[in-house]
C-alpha cells in the first residue's frame, strides 16, 4: 500500500510530493510521445522548437548538442511526414503539446 492510499483509507489526503508531480509529468510524456511514435526526447525537442527556439537555444535548453537537435528534427519530420520547421509546429499546436 502506497503511504497515499494509507492515508485515503484514514480519511486523510496526501499533499503531492515532487515524486509525484515527476510521476505524472513523466506520464504525461509518455502519452505524447505515442503520437506519431515519438520518442519522449523528440517530443521535448518538438515542444522548444515549437516555442519559436532555435536548434542551438533547444540545445542549451535539453544540455545537448545542437547537431543531436538536428538529428531529433530529422527523425521528427521522417516520423510526422513533414518536410518543415512550421509543419512540425502546426502538428504540435494541434495537438496541444505546447
Known amino acids: 500500500m502506497t503511504p497515499e492510499q494509507a492515508l485515503a483509507t484514514q480519511g486523510k489526503t496526501a499533499m503531492p510530493t515532487q515524486h ?35 536548434d542551438v537555444q533547444v540545445a542549451a535548453q535539453l544540455i545537448i548538442s545542437p547537431r543531436t537537435v538536428t538529428s531529433h528534427l530529422n527523425s521528427i519530420y521522417n516520423k510526422l511526414g513533414v518536410a518543415s520547421r512550421s509543419a512540425a509546429t502546426r502538428f504540435a499546436m494541434e495537438r496541444h503539446l505546447l
Not at 22 to 42: P, Q, Y
Open 20 to 54: 509525484a508531480t515527476e510521476l505524472v509529468l513523466i506520464t504525461s510524456k509518455r502519452a505524447a510521445a505515442n503520437l506519431a511514435g515519438l520518442t519522449a526526447r523528440e517530443v521535448e525537442v518538438l515542444r522548444w522548437v515549437a516555442r519559436g527556439l532555435t
